[in-house]
């Protein structure tokens, strides 16, 4: 799964149309979240996220949802705004 970005850019070169998309992966069963690249057509409509395939073997009933830019953009605040308090606290030792 570590190249599944690669991949999806890859299959995003030879299929015009398609656009990259961070999501995430879910499962009721698993009661488990992972956020996985995939590509959706111009519709929105999912086409490739190689990550699923592989969670489907451990994760049956695993499916994923591409995120907004809006909610991205949340998690991307929520990440620096945790880096920064971890940041604080190795200062502070």
């Known amino acids: 799964m570590g190249n599944a970005m690669s991949q999806v850019f890859k299959f995003i070169s030879k299929n015009p149309g ?11 069963i698993q009661s488990s979240t992972m956020v996985a690249w995939g ?11 190689p990550a ?21 953009s949340l998690f991307d605040k929520a990440f620096e705004r945790e880096r920064g308090a971890r940041e604080e606290f190795l200062l502070s030792i």
Not at 39 to 49: H, L, M, P, R
């Open 18 to 28: 398609y656009r990259p998309s961070l999501g995430v992966i879910t499962s009721v």
């Open 39 to 49: 590509a959706i057509n111009k519709d929105g409509e999912i086409s490739y996220v």
């Open 52 to 72: 699923l395939e592989e969670m489907k073997k451990s994760w049956p009933d695993a499916t994923w949802t591409p995120i907004s830019k809006q909610q991205a």
